[in-house]
């Protein structure tokens, strides 16, 4: 599965443990997008980075890190395709993926700790999306989507 993962300063230590937690893991090929230090940088500027390729298909799934997860969520959820799921919990992790076919996770560092982040992670990239009623579902959030937008506006 190939993972495109990034954070910004709110979310560096975060996705840094994400990462050296992920790498152990051969199933997964990770491109980290950054950020790469505790410098204060800019949310939506990581989150178009990640969301850009994994709505164009380049990697399966993302993930993003920030303090509270929201606003890599907001940024990365403006990008047509995407679908990205703020989680503190594990069961909203398995459900966003059982029903919302979420392709992007979003954690929030300054929320949730470490161990619980780690297991949020790896339950969200082991389950898989159910289909069925939750297929007519997403659909009807890719017709919002294809209805609503005005790409470059
Ligand atoms: C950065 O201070 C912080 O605002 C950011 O990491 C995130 O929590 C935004 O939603």
């Not at 994400?18 to 893991?25: D, T």
């Not at 994994?54 to 990365?76: H, K």
């Not at 069961?91 to 560092?109: Q, T």
């Amino acid at each position: 599965m190939k993972i495109a993962i990034g954070s910004d300063h709110g979310g560096y230590i975060l996705k840094e443990r994400i990462v050296e937690h992920l790498s152990k893991n051969p199933l997964y090929k990770l491109k980290d997008f950054g950020t790469f230090d505790s410098q204060s940088v800019d949310y939506p500027d990581f989150a178009r980075e990640v969301a850009v390729p994994v709505s164009g298909g380049e990697f399966d799934r993302g993930i993003l890190c920030c303090g509270t997860g929201i606003g890599v969520s907001i940024a990365a959820n403006k990008v047509p395709g995407i679908r990205a799921a703020l989680c503190g919990d594990t069961f909203s992790a398995r459900a966003s993926r059982e029903h919302n076919d979420a392709n992007i996770l979003c954690v929030g560092e300054r929320v949730i700790g470490p161990g619980l982040a780690l297991d949020i992670v790896d339950i969200w990239l082991e389950s898989e999306f159910s289909g069925d009623r939750h297929g007519r579902r997403v659909q009807k959030i890719k017709d919002i989507e294809n209805k609503y937008s005005r790409e470059g506006n």
